[in-house]
């Protein structure tokens, strides 16, 4: 497993603080600022490696940046402490956005990240909790995050631990049946310490979800499984963290975070040929100057 | 007189049960997950007595095991306990990358494996079970040949801090297991040694070789009749001594033949002690309707079965 980083892990704990206890107002002026540097990271990870999942890794970024700096509990010099809150990428496609976050936070060295996908990296095109410290399963193949997260909250509901489990999942992954096997279980169980957070990009692979197999009505599907739902704007780190909250009903939350695939670089932005394309060299560059703004 | 009429013969699923909440009462980590199967994977007492530790996610095979991984991940011990057929089939990618990837420490027990649902057909029926777990890396594949084993078997997958798969024997077979077996990872049972031929066999074809062994015993042939209750990680020492020692190999088990005991033996006799070979098991087909046991007689899963195969591999007629 990859060694912390124990001053990017020090200045985490000092950020994140400030962020949950601070005025929301420079909150969400820290958070934009992590996540203008996490998506120049995954822009630059995904260049090296030539490969990568850069639409969805865009999306996803603030959803990852507010999990990690302003709602989840977690000591980066100890990644298996068993206190800890659970997160789950079950897009593990999109893994240079969490890898990118885990480093910033001080999980491993942000050095680490220029070795993505090369061989015998770490950092494998998906994760891996072996290797990786912040990772809790690896994921990868669709549809196996959402179970196991259930799983987690099942577990801490058994011993009665207050931590809490959360699971990031992509809308075209909502297509897999096993997702709607586990919401069915957590709201039986009332897993009120879960929380399902959708990345709403509306695009999938090959086109968007609503022409492959349309999703809506999505927040009457969970509705309906008995789900509390909240739907937000999921570049908007106040919205997000407050949709963050823990559950006061008893019930499971699901947070349909309404995204923008490729998000930030506005010539990706909403493109469905963006979801694993590499940018060229000059395409790099445009990015890199447009996030840096 | 056979072993079989001989003895009195079990159901494995009891021992499994009973040895399930011996565990559970030393050991608070230990939860049961099921799929919908309390009664038939013989939960009724464990929920009895443990009703919080019994998680039952429904008929849902993929959340059944992904659930089962998060439950190790927050530190608990989870035996999930499926027919065998939907655990390995339909949950295969998750045993796969929730259990054997993540190295989840699970007990996956495959319950009425092989073909002791019978006349169920084909679809309740687990024999591909052994090819597709024995395919994947990071998982132990443990297969009982009686009660005595699969007590061991539980005791040893709950502390062996890694995933396995552990098959329960349902089918009746009398214990074939000597008081001072070893049962280790890696490491067959000698049952009877002999240098003729050896028969190698798991599961419910174990009681079968031994009165295979004792009848061709009977008309001068002397077979070595060796158990695997560890299918994966195999004894291949004894395999290599097997085909070293004696003329030849039968394998027998109560599995497809195209990835079980069978590959598995003959992988390791082609690479290092070429040596004859018969593997008995079921053929790359869809069993016809029957019991048990006249489908284990009828694809020669039986002593007569192998004493055939013996006598061919011999060169009898």
Avoid at chain 2, 198 to 216: C, K, P, Q
Wanted: proline fraction near 5%.
């Amino acid at each position: 497993m990859l060694p912390a980083d124990p001053t990017r892990s020090a200045a985490y704990r000092e950020i994140s603080q400030r962020i949950r206890e601070g005025r929301p107002e420079d909150a969400v002026a820290e958070l934009e600022r992590i996540s203008g540097e996490v998506r120049q990271s995954i822009v630059r990870m995904i260049d090296r490696a030539q490969l990568g999942h850069i639409g969805g890794d865009l999306s996803v970024t603030d959803i990852l940046v507010a999990c990690f700096y302003g709602v989840l509990s977690l000591d980066p010099e100890r990644p298996r402490w068993e206190g800890r809150d659970r997160f789950v990428l079950s897009k593990g496609h999109c893994a240079a956005a969490l890898y990118s976050t885990l480093a910033h936070c001080g999980f491993f060295h942000v050095s680490e990240l220029d070795t993505f996908m090369a061989p015998l990296s770490a950092l494998n095109g998906h994760p891996n909790k072996i290797k990786v410290p912040g990772v809790e399963t690896n994921t990868g193949a669709l549809g196996h995050g959402f179970p196991v997260a259930t799983g987690c909250a099942l577990g801490a509901q058994l011993d009665g631990a207050t931590w809490r489990t959360v699971v990031v999942l992509g809308d075209g992954e909502l297509q897999e049946g096993s997702n709607w096997e586990a919401a069915m279980t957590a709201a039986h169980y009332g897993l009120s310490s879960l929380t399902v957070v959708i990345d709403r990009n509306r695009l999938q692979q090959g086109a968007r979800t609503e022409e492959t197999k349309n999703l809506e009505p999505l927040g009457d599907k969970w509705r309906s499984f008995g789900w509390e739902v909240r739907e937000v704007d999921g570049h908007d780190h106040l919205a997000l963290l407050k949709a963050l909250e823990r559950s006061t009903t008893g019930r499971p939350v699901v947070v349909i975070a309404n995204t923008i695939k490729g998000k930030g670089v506005s010539f990706m932005e909403d493109r469905v040929e963006w979801h694993h394309k590499v940018p060229s060299a000059e395409q790099v560059t445009a990015a890199l100057a447009e996030l840096a703004r | 007189m056979t072993v079989t009429e001989q003895q009195a013969t079990f159901d494995s699923r009891q021992a499994f049960a009973d040895e399930l909440i011996a565990l559970a009462r030393e050991d608070e980590r230990i939860v049961a997950v099921c799929n919908d199967s309390v009664g038939s994977s013989n939960l009724v007492a464990f929920r009895q007595e443990f009703p919080t530790r019994l998680v039952n996610v429904g008929i849902a095979e993929q959340d059944l095991v992904g659930v089962a991984a998060g439950l190790a991940n927050a530190g608990k011990i989870p035996f999930v306990c499926a027919a065998a057929p939907f655990l390995t089939g339909r949950a295969l990618e998750q045993i796969k990358a929730d259990i054997a990837y993540s190295e989840a420490h699970v007990v996956l027990c495959g319950q009425s494996p092989g073909m002791a649902y019978g006349e169920l057909g084909p679809t309740h029926h687990s024999i591909e079970d052994l090819s597709w777990v024995r395919a994947i890396a990071g998982l132990d594949v443990i297969v009982p040949a009686d009660p005595v084993q699969t007590r061991a078997a539980v005791r040893w997958a709950a502390a062996s801090g890694r995933p396995s798969y552990l098959r329960v024997p349902r089918f009746k077979v009398p214990v074939v297991t000597p008081a001072d077996a070893p049962f280790e990872p890696g490491r067959a049972v000698l049952l009877q040694d002999g240098d003729d031929v050896t028969v190698i066999a798991i599961g419910s074809l174990t009681s079968r070789a031994l009165e295979a062994a004792a009848r061709l015993r009977a008309d001068g042939v002397s077979v070595r009749v060796l158990n695997m209750p560890f299918l994966d990680p195999l004894d291949e020492g004894a395999v290599i001594a097997a085909a070293r020692e004696t003329r030849g190999i039968v394998t027998a088990e109560e599995a497809t033949t195209s990835g079980g005991l069978g590959a598995a033996v003959a992988s390791v006799v082609a690479t290092h002690r070429p040596s004859p070979m018969r593997i008995l098991g079921v053929p790359r087909v869809f069993a016809p309707t029957g019991d048990t046991a006249f489908l284990l007689d009828h694809f020669g899963l039986s002593a007569n079965g192998i004493v055939a195969a013996v006598r061919d591999l011999l060169g009898h007629d």
